[in-house]
Nanobody, 122 residues
């Protein structure tokens, strides 16, 4: 099984910054990509940013230029640096990934955790 633990959320004023962390552990043979998602109240979960094993990154247009996804392979941790935060960024943020777990490719490979709440006040 794969465990995902998100942290780093909080309450911040518009224009502020936060850095989220996602620690990955478990029976993972290889990780192809890691993704941050978010879910605002009353809305569906949406993909925010992805980073591949090679370091390529993609972002949803609404966060491009403000958010940066990165990873520390040695620590099996992925980060999301969020700058110039806006009230519309308010959501619970989750991470998940794709890769080989116990010999089987899985996407996503982890159970959805509690996430970390980000609240941006205007």
């Amino acid at each position: 099984q794969v465990q995902l633990v998100e942290s780093g959320g909080g309450l911040v004023q518009a224009g502020g910054s936060l850095r989220l962390s996602c620690a990955v552990s478990g029976s993972i043979f290889s990780i192809n990509a890691m993704t941050w998602y978010r879910q605002a109240p009353g809305k569906q979960r949406e993909l925010v940013a992805t980073i591949t094993s090679g370091g390529s990154t993609t972002y949803v247009p609404s966060v491009k230029g403000r958010f940066t996804i990165s990873r520390d392979n040695a620590k099996n941790t992925v980060y999301l640096q969020m700058n110039s935060l806006k009230p519309e960024d308010t959501a619970v943020y989750y991470c998940n990934g794709e890769g080989v777990v116990r010999g089987v490719f899985r996407k996503p490979f982890g159970s959805w955790g509690q996430g970390t709440q980000v609240t941006v006040s205007s």
